[in-house]
């Protein structure tokens, strides 16, 4: 296996999906890791992962027999930072940075780069630069800006990259990662979601015995696969919840509901829509908003158990990026970027004990998941929807009149985007309600309403993601029909912006 030691990047765990995606099993590790538990685990390389910290403003440590021991070692970003100054070498903080695409040049032949042209485009995102190496290192790869791009050492199998491989962005990064995993680390494959479902299966037929689970259902891939594989775990233990909160969009709980009965799951429907728009009621904050909804499920679901129990479980579809965006990773080192209504909204006293066997994975992961559990293909295709709705796609206070003109404008926005013949290509559309009005013209009157906001990007993972460049005329009927049809938006706006800087949803 690879171990990865998480420095905090929001990056860590795609780092260790990468390598599972080439069939070698990885696992994360928190900095303090000791060197020989991972020689007693068998562990055939080392990954030191990015993080958001300068060297010189950071007092992470690490097991100092990491750098005195024979296992192979691939430095990312701030990991490359950290071993060089470990190892006495000297990082500079950067007067500029460099992010995005950047074109580096291989100066040096490396088992690492085998395979790779001697000039590639990779995803840089630093600031600080390694100006010395160690006394044993060389280059072998230099950015366009003239910054060391990467290095290695000559005594022992210890490497660095200053770009980011495990990001889909970087042109040849698989090919890093093979070359590190199978020619460097010697690594054999060994992980296919195939083994990892029969392995849940029986996990959590131990885990829950003879209890009962309720599971929190939102119609989305990850919890309808959840659903599917805890019915085929435990069967009639199984209790499905599926609250309508009010922050639907049309015609939602009626689709859920249908194919998630088809599927033999036993489904319960809760009607809260009273409870969660009285909550949420003149909160404006994004933060408050998940956490009031976070808090709102768990009662609903605590009321359900009294009445359908005893429930010792609570299942929830939580993926690995909720989790990372919470900074709740099992090595609590990522840093926050929002809370999401099944991590960080949780309260304390929760009351149940929590199944989550999806919490390591991303998306495509689970898809993959739903194929071998025989999922049909248009729910497997199910564009991702937040939990908390379009609560989150509602800048502000969220009222019942601007949940109606936000419904009413994504439905167009998806019947418009779904005839489009690249429609699969996209990762995620919808619609966002801004809380600004604009002046408008309808039938020569002065009109004074709300803008839309379209958004639309494709993406592997949902770690990154890019806008997707929908043709004018496509675009165009849309906002047409928008500002036509709704009484109350009179313009259209379209989110350029890619992730990161931005996240993919709003809030």
Avoid at 2 to 29: K, M, N, P, W
Avoid at 459 to 474: H, K, L, Q, R
Wanted: glycine letters at 8%.
């Amino acid at each position: 296996m690879i171990a990865v030691v998480d420095f905090g990047s929001q990056y860590t765990q795609l780092i260790a999906r990468r390598f599972r995606e080439i069939g070698v099993y990885s696992e994360i590790y928190s900095p303090n890791v000791k060197y020989s538990f991972l020689k007693e685990k068998g562990v055939k390389g080392i990954v030191l992962s990015g993080g958001p910290n300068s060297v010189y403003d950071s007092d992470l440590e690490i097991d100092d027999e990491i750098f005195k021991g024979d296992i192979p070692i691939l430095g990312i970003c701030f990991g490359f930072q950290f071993m060089a100054k470990f190892l006495g070498g000297e990082v500079r903080k950067g007067e500029k940075g460099e992010f995005g695409l950047t074109e580096i040049k291989i100066v040096r032949d490396s088992l690492l780069f085998e395979g790779l042209e001697k000039k590639e485009k990779v995803w840089m995102s630093h600031y600080d630069v390694v100006t010395k190496l160690p006394e044993d290192f060389v280059d072998i790869a230099i950015s366009e800006n003239g910054f060391l791009a990467a290095a290695q050492s000559l005594k022992k199998p210890f490497f660095a990259v200053q770009f980011h491989p495990e990001v889909s962005h970087t042109e040849k990064g698989r090919l890093i990662i093979e070359n590190f995993a199978f020619k460097i680390c010697k690594a054999e494959k060994n992980w296919n979601l195939d083994r990892f479902v029969e392995e849940k299966i029986e996990e959590i037929r131990e885990q829950v015995g003879e209890n009962k689970v309720l599971l929190a259902v939102s119609g989305g891939v990850d919890s309808t696969t959840l659903a599917v594989l805890l019915q085929r775990a435990i069967g009639d233990k199984l209790t499905a919840i599926f609250v309508d909160h009010g922050l639907l969009r049309i015609g939602e709980k009626e689709e859920v509901s249908r194919f998630l009965k088809d599927l033999g799951v036993n489904l319960v429907v809760i009607d809260a829509r009273e409870r969660f728009l009285e909550k949420l009621r003149g909160v404006i904050d994004p933060e408050e908003k998940r956490r009031v909804i976070g808090h709102e499920f768990v009662g609903v679901f605590k009321e359900e158990a009294r009445k359908r129990g005893p429930f010792k479980f609570l299942a929830q579809g939580t993926l690995y990026p909720d989790v990372i965006e919470s900074a709740a990773s099992n090595t609590g080192m990522a840093a926050k970027i929002k809370t999401h209504h099944n991590v960080g909204g949780l309260p304390e006293e929760l009351g149940f004990e929590l199944i989550e066997p999806f919490r390591y994975l991303f998306k495509d992961e689970v898809r993959k998941i739903a194929e071998i559990l025989g999922i049909p293909k248009d729910i497997i295709r199910r564009q991702p929807f937040p939990g908390p709705g379009l609560a989150v796609r509602i800048l502000g206070e969220v009222t019942e009149d601007k949940l109606e003109l936000l419904r009413r404008a994504d439905r167009i926005l998806m019947e418009e985007i779904k005839k489009w013949d690249k429609y699969d290509e996209i990762w995620q559309s919808f619609a966002v309600l801004l809380p600004i009005k604009t002046v408008g013209v309808k039938g020569d009157f002065r009109s004074y309403e709300y803008v839309i906001a379209i958004r639309i990007v494709k993406s592997e993972d949902g770690m990154t993601a890019n806008f997707v460049e929908v043709p004018y005329d496509i675009l165009g009927k849309i906002a047409r029909r928008i500002t036509n049809e709704i009484i109350g938006i009179n313009r259209v706006v379209y989110d350029l912006t890619d992730k990161p800087p931005a996240t993919i949803e709003w809030e």
